[in-house]
């Protein structure tokens, strides 16, 4: 007879899996091999918006957008958003902390940011671009 079998398997399909104690969020994956490099531009993104807005660039939101793509296509994880938004920052930080005014110096460090910035974009395309 088969009522008996039927009743105990259709409660083995109804419970729940067992879960353990500790769930624990799967482990991210591995950094790209151009992660340094693009944490470095992360930060310099992040200077020359600060620069660009303290001189009046015109093109000083676009340095926010860049870094708003740039988290967009590179961010696959909370943690790697995390890592290239704080780079973002310490750069816009390390500026404002000595730089108040625009000065010649500040137009200098952005015109040297800048061309640091453009290289590393290049580097970057070549080597890793798809």
Not at 54 to 78: F, H, I, N, S, Y
């Amino acid at each position: 007879m088969l009522t008996g079998v039927l009743p105990g398997s259709i409660l083995a399909q109804q419970r729940p899996p067992a879960t353990t104690k500790s769930a624990e969020p799967a482990p991210e994956p591995p950094p790209p091999p151009y992660e340094p490099q693009l944490l470095k531009l992360s930060e310099i993104m992040g200077s020359l918006a600060y620069l660009r807005t303290l001189c009046a660039g015109k093109e000083a939101q676009d340095w926010r957008d860049r870094m708003a793509a740039l988290v967009e296509a590179e961010g696959r994880t909370p943690a790697r958003r995390e890592r290239l938004t704080a780079a973002y920052n310490r750069g816009f930080r390390a500026y404002s902390l000595t730089h108040r005014a625009c000065t010649e110096g500040s137009q200098e460090a952005s015109t040297r940011l800048a061309g640091e910035g453009e290289r590393l974009a290049r580097v970057l395309a070549s080597r890793y671009g798809g």
